[in-house]
């Protein structure tokens, strides 16, 4: 099969890989339908990460090929939306609703690679969820948006508690901050503040359910944030970004006593303790545990309720992976999709 190839940072080819093959009796084969690239994927793109030879892929829609022995609640022909965390769906941090901490977690990006033709997934029954029937064409980017930056901005969203009543601030206009708009929108919330600067991502965002942009960022943002909420700050902060500046405009632009969801993952941040103490900020977050909210969001997307497919801006075929990597690299492109 083919499948991406990262040689080396700013180095991606497509190239034949094994075919995979069920190894253990709980596993499935999957053909993939699309597939697509991620911004965690930049991070051994521009050498943040190391990258030597790796598969590269973590979401994925498709039609399950083969199923392992013991594999009982997908089957051949089905069509499947997996997470990127692989979890056996039994153990206790799964069964708690915490998949993507599983004691037999696995990150399909380091291991399985989904930018190919087909992928082994390990513990099928705990990682997969069909969907109600053989999807819409149109359906599929929403679906595949629901394997990461939907689940993730959703997390995002339910960490920092967005309910009804609430105003949401979320710091981050990628995939997974236009996602965490569109969850506060579902999740009930009064008002949602989105900070952007392009305005394309602000004219999603507007459609998504935001009611107000802020441009500005770091304190200035921090103070646009405290004036449109009555001097106090957001009840909900979703920190989507990840990087140090963004990261204390998060923390900066939450109320006394509010909730702080982070999604963008945050490798050279360092947060001041004093920040979090005497404001008593409620932190949460994580890899998502997309797995606990697939059933849900393959409904509200099968019923056509909501439209995340809308963050893939650039569709190119899985052999022009390397100018997908690009565009994105580039902030030419919010999220390519790869279709197989
Ligand atoms: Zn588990």
Request: aromatic residues 6%; negative net charge.
């Amino acid at each position: 099969m083919r499948g991406v190839i990262m040689h080396t940072a700013g180095d991606v080819r497509v190239e034949e890989r094994d075919d995979p093959k069920i190894i253990e009796p709980t596993d499935a084969i999957v053909r993939l339908t699309a597939t697509c690239i991620c911004g965690s994927d930049l991070w051994p793109y521009r050498g943040v990460e190391p990258a030597d030879h790796q598969v590269m892929g973590h979401e994925y829609v498709g039609v399950v090929e083969e199923v392992g022995s013991e594999v009982r609640n997908v089957k051949v022909g089905d069509f499947v939306v997996g997470s990127f965390v692989i979890s056996d769906g039994t153990c206790e941090i799964c069964r708690s609703g915490y998949q993507s901490q599983c004691v037999h977690r696995q990150f399909v990006s380091q291991t399985i690679g989904t930018q190919a033709e087909k992928a082994r997934i390990p513990f099928a029954d705990g990682t997969l969820v069909p969907t109600p029937g053989h999807p819409d064409p149109e359906l599929i980017p929403s679906l595949l948006a629901a394997s990461d930056v939907l689940g993730t901005g959703w997390f995002g969203a339910v960490a920092a508690e967005a309910a009804p009543g609430k105003t949401v601030a979320v710091v981050g206009d990628g995939a997974v901050g236009l996602m965490a708009v569109l969850a506060a929108k579902q999740l009930g919330a009064e008002r949602i503040i989105a900070m952007s600067r392009h305005p394309e991502r602000q004219r999603l965002a507007l459609e998504y359910g935001a009611t107000d942009i802020v441009e500005e960022r770091g304190e200035e943002g921090v103070a646009k944030i405290k004036e449109l909420t009555g001097g106090l700050g957001a009840h909900s902060v979703v920190e989507a970004v990840g990087t140090q500046e963004s990261t204390l405009q998060a923390i900066g632009a939450t109320r006394p006593a509010g909730y702080m969801g982070i999604v963008g993952v945050n490798y050279e941040v360092a947060i001041p303790g004093i920040q979090l103490f005497f404001p008593g900020i409620h932190v949460h977050g994580g890899p998502a545990p997309v797995r606990r909210f697939l059933p849900d969001l393959i409904q509200l997307i099968w019923e056509r309720k909501i439209d995340p497919g809308k963050v893939f801006d650039l569709t190119l075929p899985l052999d022009q992976a390397a100018e997908g990597y690009r565009a994105m690299d580039e902030r030419r492109a919010i999220k390519v999709l790869l279709t197989v």
